[in-house]
C-alpha cells in the first residue's frame, strides 16, 4: 500500500458504514486522518465506527435540516473539515425507464445527486473560509454512459459529474478542489438491489472481466483527498478496468 499522508486532516464520509465508504475510511485512518462518519443505517454504523477519534452521524441525507445540524456537530467536535467524500448512494432497483415507479425515480436522484448538493452547500463555506478543502465525489461509469434499465441511477451520477465540474470551475481560485469517481460496479451489498440479468450484463462490459475492488476504489481516493492532488479540479477519474476510457 503506497502512503499517503492525510495527517492532522479531517475526512468526512457519507456512506461510510458499508463498502466503499467503508474501504475509504479504513484508508483514510491508515493515513492518519480524523473520521466523521455519516450513514443512514445507525447499527452498522455504531460498528463501522470504532476507529479512533472518529464521530459518526446517523441521518437522513435528504433532509437539510439534518445535514446542516450534523456539519455543524462534526466541526464543533473535530474543528473543521478538510475532506468531504460525498459517497452514499442506492440503485433503486432495474427496469426500463417507463416501468419505473416515478416515486424510485425520484428518491434515486434526491438520495445520489440531491443529498450531495445538501452535503456540499453545509460543508463548503467552512472550507473557503480556511482556503483548503478537497472534495470527492463518488459517481459511476453509468453516469458518463448510461445503464439500460437503470436511468434514475445512471441519471443521478451525470448529475453528479455535472455537479463536480461546475464547483471545480467556481472553486478553482479558493484553495478547495472537487473531483470525482467513476467506477465501473463494485460487488457490494448495492448489488442485492440488482436483477442477475443486470449484474451480468455490467460485467460483460468491463474489458478486464471483473468487479473493481473497493480497496481500489479507496486508492485512488486517497490521493484525491491529499494535498499532492494539488492541480486537478472539476475532473474526473476513471476506474472501469478498461470500460471507459475517455
Not at 451525470?158 to 465540474?165: E, F, H, M, V
Request: charged share 20%.
Amino acid at each position: 500500500m503506497n502512503q499517503i499522508d492525510l495527517a492532522g486532516r479531517v475526512v468526512l464520509i457519507t456512506g461510510a458504514a458499508r463498502g466503499i465508504g467503508y474501504a475509504v475510511a479504513q484508508r483514510a485512518a491508515a493515513s492518519g486522518a480524523t473520521l466523521a462518519l455519516w450513514d443512514k443505517d445507525a447499527d452498522r454504523l455504531a460498528e463501522a465506527a470504532a476507529f479512533p477519534g472518529a464521530s459518526s452521524a446517523a441521518l437522513d441525507l435528504t433532509d437539510e435540516a439534518a445535514v446542516r445540524d450534523a456539519a455543524r456537530q462534526a466541526e464543533e467536535r473535530h474543528g473543521r473539515i478538510d475532506v468531504l467524500v460525498n459517497n452514499a448512494g442506492i440503485t433503486g432497483g432495474n427496469a426500463p425507464t417507463w416501468e419505473l415507479p416515478s416515486a424510485e425515480w425520484r428518491r434515486v436522484v434526491e438520495v445520489n445527486l440531491v443529498a450531495s448538493f445538501l452535503v456540499c452547500a453545509a460543508v463548503l463555506p467552512g472550507m473557503i473560509g480556511r482556503g483548503y478543502g478537497r472534495v470527492v465525489n463518488v459517481a459511476s461509469v453509468a453516469g458518463k454512459e448510461g445503464n439500460p434499465n437503470a436511468s434514475h441511477y445512471s441519471a443521478s451520477k451525470a448529475g453528479l459529474i455535472a455537479l463536480t465540474k461546475s464547483l471545480g470551475k467556481e472553486l478553482a481560485g479558493t484553495g478547495v478542489l472537487v473531483n470525482c469517481i467513476t467506477p465501473a460496479a463494485a460487488q457490494t451489498e448495492l448489488f442485492e438491489q440488482m436483477t442477475a440479468a443486470q449484474i451480468d450484463y455490467m460485467r460483460g462490459k468491463i474489458p478486464m472481466g471483473r468487479f473493481v475492488d473497493v480497496g481500489e476504489i479507496a486508492a485512488l481516493a486517497a490521493w484525491l483527498m491529499s494535498e499532492e492532488c494539488s492541480f486537478s479540479t472539476g475532473a474526473v477519474f476513471d476506474i472501469t478496468g478498461g470500460r471507459s476510457t475517455y
